[in-house]
């Protein structure tokens, strides 16, 4: 690699850091693809490092032991970026009205709010949503049916600190 790539790629990796730009994006720099890394504590660091979706069971908003463990890991996060804020969505199959799947939605969301800010994170960092059935595939198989019935945790602030 010449000297002037190298420049370019740090310089490009320095504005990345302070502009709190990132994701695991490639963008072309003297010709090549070069892989951006991403900015701890971002949203796309959020998104691409921690499992943010848990699932549940048919008709259920239960929080299971599995799901607890992904939760885990993302209150680890929210209490190292204690600025950050999220939204959490609840989303179901496709089977069922509209207005229970609605229903569902928004009582699958609260459980995992609850869950978070039982284990010490802020309420007012949390914002939830019920998608419903809206988000889901057009379904047919049960294996379909079982990545619908989750519950996905989206950071949509960044912490100052990436900015």
């Not at 996060?77 to 959490?88: C, S």
């Not at 229903?103 to 939830?128: F, H, M, P, T, W």
Request: aromatic share 8%; with cysteine.
């Amino acid at each position: 690699m010449n000297m002037n790539l190298k420049k370019l790629l740090a310089f490009g990796l320095i504005a990345l850091t302070l502009t709190g730009c990132g994701g695991n994006k490639k963008e072309s720099v003297g010709g090549q693809d070069v892989e951006i890394a991403e900015v701890a504590g971002s949203a796309a660091y959020f998104r691409t490092n921690v499992n943010c979706v848990i699932y549940f069971e048919y008709d259920s908003d239960a929080v299971t032991p599995e799901a607890k463990i992904r939760l885990d890991e993302q209150i680890e996060f929210m209490k190292k970026y204690p600025e950050t804020k999220y939204t959490i969505e609840g989303n179901c199959d496709v089977r069922g009205t509209v207005e229970y799947n609605l229903a569902l939605g928004e009582r699958r969301a609260n459980a995992v709010c609850k869950y978070i800010v039982d284990q010490g994170i802020s309420s007012d960092r949390i914002l939830v949503k019920s998608n419903g059935k809206s988000c889901a595939s057009d379904g047919g198989s049960e294996e379909m049916y079982a990545k619908d019935r989750n519950a996905t945790t989206i950071c949509t602030v960044d912490s100052p600190e990436t900015n």
